[in-house]
């Protein structure tokens, strides 16, 4: 073909006055490169036969299932490592992750990236259409969640639902804003949230089953769940307030589980001691009155000396005993001496109590 162009130009060259070629000349180029016969056409052709023939070969990976498509339709289901299936367009095949858990956000978006990409702690951004939900008890709350599924079924993936992802989307956020609208807020913001996620992930279960979706869901867990920003502070206050309460009720009942125990000990203390002086007095009393009577026996047997002996006796517990004042006379002493009463030592008689008229 170079060599055509460059004769072309030489004749162009040649005619006089630099006329343009003509239509005959084109012409004649035309039905020369028509003419014109590629060399190796006999090798293309088996080649490019080999190529078609290889790119039916295919490699599925261990977490993956390959399946086969001819024309169109679901065909076969083949196994982990390398497979052939018709070249295209009879056969096609694909290779869905069945035991990679994957990931979908709710309400808030992890990075810059797709709701179903990996999280990046601290880099996020909230959806507010997406996480505000209305409770059982008339409130509004943000709701933050996300949810881990697997393909159980790589055919029912594939060829029951047009896009499976957003049907679990749709599935998830249906069953989330019913569970919650069941819900008190209370139970969202404290101690309810486990229940929800798991009535939330067995509601969501039972939707993508009825759709035959082969999607298995792995957990529902609630990332973030607050009041919207207009009303938080109230919350905040609520919370304190509850958050007072429960300290206030735990110190009443933490100072009546220690002011009980003492007062049931110092009234079994005082019942005791009590008890144990009325058997003691019981006791004494009924000994003296015992001893007393073996004293009246003996009286009415010697009277002259049990008396002389009751004498001695009494006189001996008087003289041992420290607490009284002792001053011993002789008999000439006390002859000679005054009796002394101290009479403002001794107890005032009651007055008398005057009788009713």
Request: avoid cysteine.
């Amino acid at each position: 073909m170079n060599w055509d162009w460059e004769k072309l130009q030489k004749q162009q060259q040649g005619r006089p006055g630099g006329k343009p070629p003509s239509f005959n000349d084109f012409q004649e180029q035309f039905d020369k490169f028509k003419n014109f016969k590629f060399p190796g056409w006999k090798l293309i052709v088996p080649i490019i036969v080999l190529l078609w023939i290889a790119s039916g070969f295919y490699i599925v990976e261990p977490d993956e299932v390959g399946v086969v498509k001819q024309f169109g339709q679901f065909n076969r289901i083949t196994t982990a490592g390398p497979n052939y299936h018709i070249p295209y367009p009879v056969e096609s095949a694909v290779t869905p992750k069945v035991t990679q858990i994957q990931r979908i956000e709710f309400g808030f978006r992890s990075g810059v990236r797709g709701r179903a990409e990996n999280f990046q702690q601290g880099v996020s951004r909230e959806v507010p259409e997406e996480a505000l939900m209305l409770t059982g008890d008339e409130n509004i709350v943000s709701v933050q969640f996300t949810v881990q599924y697997l393909i159980k079924d790589a055919q029912d993936y594939l060829f029951n639902v047009a896009a499976p992802e957003a049907t679990i989307v749709h599935a998830a956020e249906a069953s989330m804003r019913e569970i919650i609208g069941r819900a008190k807020i209370d139970d969202a913001l404290t101690t309810g949230k486990q229940d929800i996620q798991t009535e939330t992930r067995d509601l969501m279960q039972t939707i993508l089953d009825s759709y035959g979706t082969g999607i298995s869901i792995v957990a529902v867990q609630m990332q973030n769940v607050h009041p919207p920003e207009q009303v938080v502070e109230a919350f905040k206050d609520v919370a304190s307030a509850r958050e007072d309460k429960s300290r206030f009720i735990n110190e009443a009942e933490a100072y009546e589980r220690d002011i009980l125990p003492k007062a049931r000990g110092e009234a079994s203390r005082i019942v005791n001691a009590a008890q144990a002086y009325m058997e003691t007095k019981i006791r004494r009393s009924q000994g003296d009155a015992s001893r007393f009577l073996a004293v009246l026996a003996e009286y009415d047997k010697a009277k002259d000396i049990t008396r002389r002996r009751l004498y001695l006796e009494t006189i001996e517990s008087i003289l041992e005993n420290p607490e009284v004042e002792k001053l011993i006379m002789s008999d000439d002493a006390l002859k000679k001496s005054v009796p002394y009463l101290p009479l403002d030592k001794l107890p005032k008689p009651a007055a008398p109590s005057q009788e009713k008229q």
